[in-house]
């Protein structure tokens, strides 16, 4: 089963900033997740809320605010004080900590609030000019756009993210058209979910960091977890094997 850095190596390090990526790219798993909003002067930013209040020594949106402005902001200090004046990274600057390592990159579009008119075509204009089509997987919980995602530029992956218990998910899945299901943990393993795994769509679980349920989902068929502790977990799924 293969391990994603959630939001980076956000269980250590802040999430979603540099130090939390630059860490899981010395990491031997699989792959790194981030989360995608737009500022209000259009550019791309990595950061998991629609405000920056949780995780900054701000407070309001993000598309209100334009990237200098949110770069004047202490994003790491609420973590610990030892990552004082980490800042909000742009999209392209978390591709670039991965520019050279093997990581499958998950950036999901949080798109489900906001709908951020034309990020969809933002990010894929930045992925394929970096050249990392064929090492992104591009997911949401808004499904219009991985649909549009799909249209655009049909060789990158998509993952449809859900927190339900599905009923028919292979047919919604399929009619997306999406090519993975990410999904919380607990309805990852509801017998409505058989049919996916016997479809052979791939499974993704988020959030996992818990070894029981990591080795529960292994065993069900799940492709890979999305965990906070990606160092942890490697050591416990590699000592199992
Ligand atoms: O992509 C998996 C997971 O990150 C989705 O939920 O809220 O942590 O972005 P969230
Ligand atoms: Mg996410």
Same mark, same amino acid.
């Given at each position: 089963?293969?391990?994603?850095?959630?939001?980076?190596?956000?269980?250590?390090?802040?999430?979603?900033?540099?130090?939390?990526?630059?860490?899981?790219?010395?990491?031997?798993?699989?792959?790194?997740?981030?989360?995608?909003?737009?500022?209000?002067?259009? @550019?791309?930013?990595?950061?998991?809320?629609?405000?920056?209040?949780?995780?900054?020594?701000?407070?309001?949106?993000?598309?209100?605010?334009? +990237?200098?402005?949110?770069?004047?902001?202490?994003?790491?200090?609420?973590?610990?004080?030892?990552?004082?004046?980490?800042?909000?990274?742009?999209?392209?600057?978390?591709? @670039?900590?991965?520019?050279?390592?093997?990581? %499958?990159?998950?950036?999901?579009?949080?798109?489900?609030?906001?709908? $951020?008119?034309?990020?969809?075509?933002?990010?894929?204009?930045?992925?394929?000019?970096?050249?990392? @089509?064929?090492?992104?997987?591009?997911?949401?919980?808004?499904?219009?756009?991985?649909?549009?995602?799909?249209? +655009?530029?049909?060789?990158?992956?998509?993952?449809?993210?859900?927190?339900?218990? +599905?009923?028919?998910? %292979?047919? $919604?899945?399929?009619?997306?058209?999406?090519?993975?299901?990410?999904?919380?943990?607990?309805?990852?393993?509801?017998?409505?979910?058989? @049919?996916?795994?016997?479809?052979?769509?791939?499974?993704?679980?988020?959030?996992?960091?818990?070894?029981? $349920?990591?080795?529960?989902?292994?065993?069900?068929? %799940?492709?890979?977890?999305?965990?906070?502790?990606?160092?942890?977990?490697?050591?416990?799924?590699?000592?199992?094997?």
């Amino acid at each position: 089963m293969n391990i994603f850095a959630h939001r980076g190596a956000s269980g250590t390090y802040p999430e979603n900033t540099i130090s939390a990526f630059k860490e899981a790219s010395y990491l031997p798993v699989h792959g790194v997740e981030f989360d995608v909003h737009m500022t209000a002067d259009n @550019e791309l930013v990595v950061i998991h809320d629609e405000k920056i209040n949780r995780t900054s020594d701000g407070k309001g949106y993000v598309k209100d605010m334009t +990237l200098s402005e949110l770069k004047n902001h202490d994003f790491g200090s609420w973590f610990s004080a030892d990552f004082a004046g980490e800042t909000i990274p742009t999209l392209q600057e978390v591709l @670039e900590v991965f520019s050279s390592t093997h990581h %499958v990159l998950n950036i999901e579009l949080k798109s489900d609030i906001f709908p $951020y008119d034309g990020m969809v075509e933002k990010v894929i204009e930045l992925v394929t000019a970096m050249q990392m @089509e064929s090492r992104v997987i591009l997911s949401s919980f808004d499904h219009g756009a991985i649909q549009k995602a799909k249209q +655009l530029a049909p060789s990158i992956k998509t993952g449809a993210l859900f927190m339900e218990v +599905l009923v028919n998910p %292979v047919d $919604y899945i399929r009619n997306i058209p999406a090519d993975a299901l990410h999904v919380l943990f607990p309805a990852a393993i509801r017998p409505s979910m058989q @049919e996916v795994f016997e479809a052979g769509l791939p499974v993704r679980t988020f959030t996992v960091n818990d070894e029981k $349920y990591a080795k529960m989902l292994e065993q069900a068929g %799940v492709e890979a977890i999305f965990t906070d502790y990606p160092e942890k977990m490697y050591t416990i799924l590699q000592a199992k094997s």
